[in-house]
């Protein structure tokens, strides 16, 4: 099992920004591709973003050139730097990993993320 903790959230105003982390720990090998997902009250699970082992990306298209995820192998941490916050990004924030590394085009195959962590919340007010 490969255990995953999130941190970073809080309540901001639209156009800040923060930074969310995840730390992996348990039977993880390294490799694992990592995302981010969030799910706002009464909506389902959406995608993110992704990072592989290599540091290959990929976003949702409502967070391009917004949010930017990187991962410290050394430190088996995650994270996603959200800047130029809306209202609508407001939503609980999970960290997800993947069993292995299936590359870059498979990042936001959410059937993909077999492990969970129990997620942060961000709140952003207009």
């Known amino acids: 099992q490969v255990q995953l903790v999130e941190s970073g959230g809080g309540l901001v105003q639209a156009g800040d920004s923060l930074r969310l982390s995840c730390a992996a720990s348990g039977r993880t090998n390294g490799r694992e591709a990592m995302g981010w997902f969030r799910q706002a009250p009464g909506k389902g699970r959406q995608v993110v973003a992704g990072?592989?082992?290599?540091?290959?990306?990929d976003y949702a298209d409502s967070v391009k050139g917004r949010f930017t995820i990187s991962r410290d192998l050394g430190k088996n941490t995650v994270h996603l730097q959200m800047n130029s916050l809306k209202p609508e990004d407001t939503a609980a924030y999970y960290c997800?990993?993947?069993?292995?590394?299936?590359?870059?085009?498979?990042?936001?195959?959410?059937?993909?993320?077999?492990?969970w962590g129990q997620g942060t919340q961000v709140t952003v007010s207009s």
């Open positions: 990072v592989t082992w290599s540091g290959g990306t």
């Open positions: 997800a990993a993947q069993r292995d590394d299936y590359g870059s085009s498979r990042l936001l195959s959410t059937n993909l993320y077999t492990y």
